[in-house]
Structures are given as structure tokens and as C-alpha cells.
């Protein structure tokens, strides 16, 4: 992965030496493109006003309302005033100009440019969409000096390095409410996002409730959809904030939910019912049968009227054709038609869509199994799969690019998979060093975060979001050499504090299911416990797709954790800063000792708390993997030597403290194997 460099050529230390001191960052995300900070600030008073002036849509007067909202809760400076008029503008502490209005579209104008200094703040931007971002660049900038709030003198040139920053929500799997999708856009258009992709149908569920097909939703939706006002609603919040949203139905795959209300659609001769569990299953749209067609157009008429992003995505991921191969009608079409394989059938089943869409003004999108060789160049190919999948990450990507097609990248960005921020932060769609000629690489226009939700709910998903997708979006918007990891998580964790401010329940979701689970104990030590384990990664969580069906609890020991364990990522690099010469000796061994004492205060409360026995081990673990953690170390600071056994058996407790508890592993362990390791090499140099 990532960090597993053999070596690093000495001409590195010498550039790195030259870059600007990590103080002189800016504490903002995504990181604006040209940033010239100065040692002064402007400080900020209870009569800050801010004044707009120029061809703008009336969403920039509400967004700076909103922004000085932000900022007075922020400072707790009770502002006098809202906005001035035009008149004021001269004397407006904040000037906005912006040269015209912007359209909430694929090609968006969202550069600006934001200067600080002693003639006030001014912001200046093409559109209302650039003012809005740089709105968003300010709030971030706010810090205290000399015990009061102030803005740094500064000048920043910003403009997004892709176009297309996304993220793809599965409303089907589990289906999000309303005010998840408004505080969720928040937090995107804080991160300066532009894309909400809805994920609206799927095997568990068909969330879009439509005249034409009322049936979809009453039988294909547990009662859990939107209606077309409720979507309405969702695109206007999003326009509000320079956020275009792009519908999914994903067809002919991924339909069980479609076809519970329209069996006479489907490949086999059957009934179907909503699927509980996760994974690719067979049922599939039949694309022999015309009424499919004339079913799609209907739907497809009704959901492009109500979304006006000229996108519409198709889905047509994870076909297995396994329907398709037991259908003898089917089979006979294919024969007449010369259609050799599924994949061709799929392919003249798209190109039909395709049709269809041009036809109402939409442009198709779909995930990469879309890309045959017959596909109008006019659809952008959504790449996902990766080594997961067994094939190279971002090969559809550049085979897109390549060939003329629009492209977007998403492997490498399921936040689902629970892998931590910097794997999915060191993911460039489109690095320099990759052999890309500038008309194939003009094709590469962005990426998207997918949030695929078999295992959150509307309470859990802020935490599988936030903060990993302020990295992403941080790589979508930044300059490719923005890529300082420690860096990176050291504005990760500003962030994470700063969405709390949008409501978002990212940490505190966490926090309260613990409280429930402590069963009136105080959960210190269950915290102490959840700071260093991290969900299950990958799809091992949920094995066969069957140990979690949509009903199942959501409110349990993995659902509180999180996939970025800081505390264990401090502790196993503060332990590789003490092998070198570092005196962090007494910290680590404070930190050694509270988890070595932990499990006795867990212990309670599990007795009280029996849906946590599942933790039992974990926590045992935690406490002994902590106590030879503290043996060696102690023996290390006193260059004493450990018997070869003991380490033997340390490092065999540390081998069966990898598995699982609660669906969740232990992250420190690496650390006090670094610990070990040295014992051991100590011991054969005395040899
Ligand atoms: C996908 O993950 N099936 C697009």
C-alpha cells in the first residue's frame, strides 16, 4: 500500500528541507491552488458586515446570510447586522464581486479570488458559485491571536483542479431522509463538492415515487421514497449551494425492487421479492421484451423531468446474466441476432437506453461495464472496479479517456470499505507521471466518494462520510502535489471539528451509541477501547453479504467505531519516532498503562451490557497486547534483555489479538510489535 517505499533518494531530503514549514499551511480543505499568507490579522467585531455587488443569483445573498450565521456562532460576537445593501458597500468589512450569474452545471465557474488585508476582506469571482466557495475558504481561516477571533492577512488564487467532485449516496440500501441529504450537502459544500449522485434504486429498495409506476414504490420500497416535491427540495438545497444532483436507476442488474411490482419485466418466470441481504443477485430487466423498453422511457421521462442536471445515470453495473442464460426465449434472440455473449446483450440493451435518454435530453452515465465497443462517445464511463474486482484500479478509467469517452473515477473512494483516509487520499484519478496524451487526459473530469449503505443507517452514515471525504475532496479539488499525508491528517482532524458546526453527527453518533451501550456506567472505558479498533475492512465485515440483512442492528460496537483509529495511528508512529532516538518513552508508557488497566473497567460494564460479550476478547487482547507493549519497553529504556520465550509468547498473544471482536480489529498492535522486534534485536546483537 501507500507507505511501503523501499527508499527514499536522498535528493527528496533536500527538496522537502525547501518547502514551507508546516506552520505556515493554512488550515483549510480542500487546500486553496495558490495561498500567499503574511504575518498580520484582521480581527474580527461585532459590527463585521458584508456587502455584494455585481450580476449574481440571489442563492449568494443567502449563503452569505448563512456564512455570517457560521461566523457569529463561531465567535459568539452577537453581529449587528446581517447584509448592507449596495449603498454600504464601501464601508462592508467583507466585499463580494462577482462578474455574473452562475449555472449549477457540468461546466461550473468556481474560481475565485480571496485577499485579506488592510483594506478589508474582498472577495472577487466570475459567478456566484466561486463567491460561494470562497465563502466557504473564510470560515475555514478563522483562528484566535492575542485571545480574539481574526482572519490572516492573506491572498488566495483558488479553482478546482477536476470539475466533477461527487459523491454517489445509495439512498436504496438504506434510505436517508431528508434532513441527512440537506446535512450532508452542508458538509459538501463545505468541502466544496459539486456532484450529489442518488443512488435512488437497487435490489432493497426503489426510493422515487412517480405517477406513471405509483406500484414501484408501494411494493418495491418498505414505504421509505421520495416524493417528487421531497426531490425538488433536495436539488433546490443543493443548487442553493453550487451542487448539481445526478439521479441513478440502475438497469438491467441491481432491479429486484422494480421487479417485485412488475414481474412480466423480468428474465425468469417468476415472483420477486425486496432483497434483504448484500450482494450481486440474478434477477434481471429482461432486454428482449419491448415492454421494458416502453416501462424505461415512461420512468426515465418522469425522473429526468424533476432533475435538471443534464446527466442521468444508468447504472448497468454487475450483470451476471445468470437469468438471461436459463431463459430460452432469450437465448433464441440472441441466436437470431448473432449476440454471442451476456455482455453484448447488454450492450444493445444500453445502446437502446442510451436512445431513449438522448431522446429526453440526457446525457448517459454508468458504471464501466457500460464501455462497449458500440456506445455513443457522448456517455461518460464511471469507473469502479479495482483490484477488488481482480482487474487493475482506474484501467476503465484511462481506457475511457483514451477513447474519447468522459470519465469519472470512484475506485479507490468507497468509504464503505472502511479503509482510512490516506489510502483514499493518495488515489489521483489522473497522476502526471501516467502516460496521458492532454485530449485524453481533458477527458478525466473527476471522481466520486460512494457511500454504499448495507451496513449505515441515517445515524451512522455522517461517521462513515466525515472526515475521510474532506481527503477525497481534497484530492478532486487540489494541485496533485498537495500530498503530504501527516499534513493532511493534520487538517483532517481541524475538519472533523469544524463539520460539527454544520450539525453533522459524525462524533457524536459514536459517543451516544456508546452511552448506550455503557448501560448507565460511564463509557471512559469503552472509549478507551473504541479509539484503537476500526470496523472490519473490505466486505469481511458482512461475510457472504449474510451476517447483516437491511433489518439488522445498526447500533452496535462497530457501527460506534470508525475507520481512522487516530489514537493507535499516533501510538504506532510515536513508537517508530522512540526506536529512533525520540524521548517519548513516558508517553507511550502512559499510554501503555491506561490500556493495560482498561479491561478491568470493561468488565463491568459488559456484565451490565450483555449485548457487548462480543468485545470480551477485544478487550482482553487490548489489555495484554498493552502489558507486553509496557514490559518491552520498560526492558528497552533500561537496556535490559527479555528472555527469548517471553517475547515468543508476546508475539503469540499478539497473533491471536488480531481477530475480530464486535466486527472490529485492533490497530495498535503494530506498534508494540515495533517494541518487540527491538527486544529481539537487541538481544542477537548481544549474542
Ligand atoms: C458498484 O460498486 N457495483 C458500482
Not at 155 to 167: E, K
Request: charge should be negative; aromatic fraction near 10%; proline fraction near 5%.
Amino acid at each position: 500500500m501507500s507507505r511501503s517505499y523501499i527508499f527514499v533518494p536522498l535528493v527528496l531530503f533536500v527538496l522537502v528541507s525547501c518547502l514551507p514549514a508546516k506552520a505556515q499551511y493554512v488550515n483549510v480543505m480542500p487546500y486553496p491552488q495558490k495561498v500567499d499568507l503574511q504575518d498580520k490579522h484582521y480581527f474580527i467585531a461585532k459590527d463585521f458586515t458584508i456587502a455584494l455587488s455585481g450580476d449574481y443569483r440571489p442563492r449568494l445573498a443567502a449563503q452569505a446570510t448563512r456564512f455570517l450565521r457560521r461566523l457569529d456562532e463561531q465567535t459568539g460576537l452577537f453581529f449587528q447586522q446581517f447584509q448592507v445593501d449596495g449603498s454600504g458597500y464601501k464601508e462592508a468589512n467583507l466585499k463580494i464581486r462577482v462578474e455574473k450569474k452562475g449555472e449549477v452545471l457540468p461546466d461550473m465557474k468556481e474560481a475565485y479570488e480571496l485577499t485579506i488585508d488592510d483594506g478589508g476582506l474582498h472577495i472577487i469571482a466570475d459567478t456566484d458559485i466561486g463567491a460561494i466557495r470562497a465563502l466557504e475558504t473564510l470560515l475555514q481561516l478563522v483562528e484566535v491571536r492575542e485571545g480574539r477571533y481574526a482572519f490572516p492577512y492573506v491572498q488566495i488564487q483558488d479553482a478546482p483542479r477536476f470539475s466533477w467532485r461527487g459523491l454517489m449516496l445509495d439512498v436504496a440500501r438504506h434510505f436517508m431522509p431528508l434532513e441527512v441529504i440537506y446535512r450532508n450537502l452542508d458538509a459538501m459544500a463545505a468541502l466544496k463538492l459539486n456532484v450529489l449522485h442518488l443512488h435512488l434504486s437497487d435490489d432493497q429498495g426503489f426510493r422515487i415515487a412517480t405517477e406513471t409506476y405509483p406500484e414501484l414504490t408501494e411494493l418495491g420500497s418498505d414505504g421509505l421514497f421520495y416524493t417528487k416535491a421531497e426531490l425538488q427540495k433536495i436539488i433546490n438545497y443543493a443548487a442553493e449551494r453550487g451542487i448539481r444532483v445526478v439521479p441513478e436507476i440502475d438497469v438491467p442488474g441491481h432491479a429486484t425492487a422494480i421487479l417485485v411490482s412488475h414481474p412480466e419485466l423480468g428474465s425468469a418466470d417468476t415472483t420477486y421479492q425486496i432483497q434483504r441481504y448484500a450482494g450481486i443477485f440474478d434477477p434481471t430487466l429482461d432486454p428482449t421484451n419491448e415492454a421494458v423498453y416502453e416501462f424505461l422511457e415512461n420512468l426515465f421521462e418522469e425522473v429526468a423531468a424533476i432533475f435538471p442536471d443534464p446527466y442521468f445515470h444508468i447504472g448497468g453495473d454487475e450483470n451476471m446474466g445468470r437469468h438471461w442464460d436459463a431463459n430460452e426465449k432469450i437465448q433464441a434472440f440472441m441466436q437470431a441476432r448473432g449476440i454471442d455473449t451476456n455482455h453484448e446483450l447488454q450492450t444493445y440493451f444500453n445502446i437502446r437506453i442510451e436512445k431513449i435518454l438522448a431522446d429526453q435530453n440526457k446525457i448517459t452515465m454508468g458504471w464501466e461495464e457500460i464501455m462497449t465497443p458500440d456506445m455513443p462517445k457522448s456517455a461518460l464511463i464511471h469507473s469502479w472496479r479495482g483490484a477488488w474486482e481482480g482487474v487493475t484500479p482506474k484501467a476503465s478509467l484511462y481506457a475511457a479517456a483514451r477513447s474519447g469517452y468522459d470519465a469519472i473515477l470512484s475506485n479507490g473512494y468507497y468509504l464503505d470499505l472502511m479503509m482510512t483516509a490516506e489510502e483514499h487520499y493518495l488515489m489521483d484519478p489522473a497522476p502526471a507521471s501516467v502516460d496521458l496524451d492532454d485530449e485524453a487526459r481533458s477527458h478525466i473530469l473527476g471522481g466520486e466518494m460512494c457511500m454504499w449503505s448495507e451496513l449505515v443507517t441515517e445515524h451512522t452514515i455522517d461517521s462513515r462520510l466525515w472526515p475521510r471525504g474532506a481527503a477525497i475532496a481534497e484530492r478532486l479539488w487540489s494541485a496533485e502535489e498537495v500530498n503530504d499525508v501527516d499534513e493532511m491528517y493534520r487538517r483532517l482532524s481541524i475538519v472533523n471539528q469544524y463539520l460539527e458546526r454544520l450539525h453533522l453527527k459524525h462524533v457524536s453518533e459514536p459517543k451516544r451509541i456508546l452511552r448506550q451501550l455503557a448501560a448507565g456506567h460511564d463509557p471512559k472505558p469503552l472509549e478507551t477501547l473504541l479509539e484503537v479498533v476500526e470496523p472490519m475492512k473490505g466486505y469481511t465485515r458482512n461475510p457472504g453479504g449474510t451476517m447483516y440483512a437491511s433489518y439488522s442492528p445498526f447500533t452496535l460496537w462497530a457501527d460506534a467505531a470508525t475507520a481512522d483509529a487516530r489514537v493507535a495511528r499516533v501510538f504506532n508512529e510515536q513508537v517508530e519516532a522512540f526506536l529512533k532516538g525520540e524521548a517519548l518513552h513516558e508517553s507511550l508508557k502512559t499510554q501503555l498503562i491506561t490500556w493495560e488497566a482498561n479491561h478491568d473497567q470493561v468488565v463491568p460494564i459488559i456484565e451490565d451490557s450483555p449485548v457487548l460479550k462480543q468485545i470480551s476478547n477485544l478487550s482482553a487482547n487490548l489489555s495484554e497486547a498493552a502489558k507486553s507493549g509496557r514490559v518491552a519497553l520498560e526492558a528497552i529504556v533500561a537496556q535490559r534483555e527479555l528472555p527469548a520465550e517471553w517475547v515468543a509468547r508476546a508475539r503469540k498473544q499478539l497473533v491471536e489479538a488480531r481477530a475480530n471482536g464486535g466486527r472490529t480489529e485492533l490497530q495498535m498492535l503494530e506498534g508494540v510489535e515495533r517494541l518487540l522486534d527491538q527486544v529481539d534485536y537487541r538481544r542477537s546483537a548481544q549474542d
